[in-house]
């Protein structure tokens, strides 16, 4: 089963960004297939997406804490017109973040997407035969 979240912080940047929830769900599934720009450490790994209108090189970059199996989360996104990467210190707390988010249990996902902490953008549910 495939799960992925995004925080509130990454909510509120999508938003000004225009980017609706498809895009980072056909990362996530780009992800599964080997398709990752960057492992950063400590479950922390870059993708570019495309941007509405703009394609991926002129389009964003997004932040994800994930196993690579079943969870992301994505945690932190800009767009590359902006800045060209994140500090040193953005980078050691997006690890401390991946590390929290990796270690949480499914009763906890469940209070922080009921709670509004996290919100689910794509479910996949293994198909039983």
Known sequence: MKRAFKTRHFVRWMRKTGLTDEIPCRAVSEMQQGLIDADLGSGLVKKRVASP???????????????????????????????????????????????????????????AVRDGSLQEICHEEKSQG
């Not at 002129?58 to 804490?65: D, I, K, P, Q, S």
């Not at 017109?81 to 009763?107: F, H, P, Y």
């Open 53 to 111: 209108g703009r394609g991926k090189r002129g389009g964003v970059r997004t932040l994800l804490a994930t196993n690579k199996a079943d969870r992301w989360f994505f945690v932190f996104g800009f767009e590359k017109n902006e800045r060209a990467n994140i500090s040193d210190e953005e980078l050691e707390g997006l690890r401390k973040i991946a590390k929290l988010l990796l270690g949480v249990t499914s009763v906890q996902l469940t209070v």
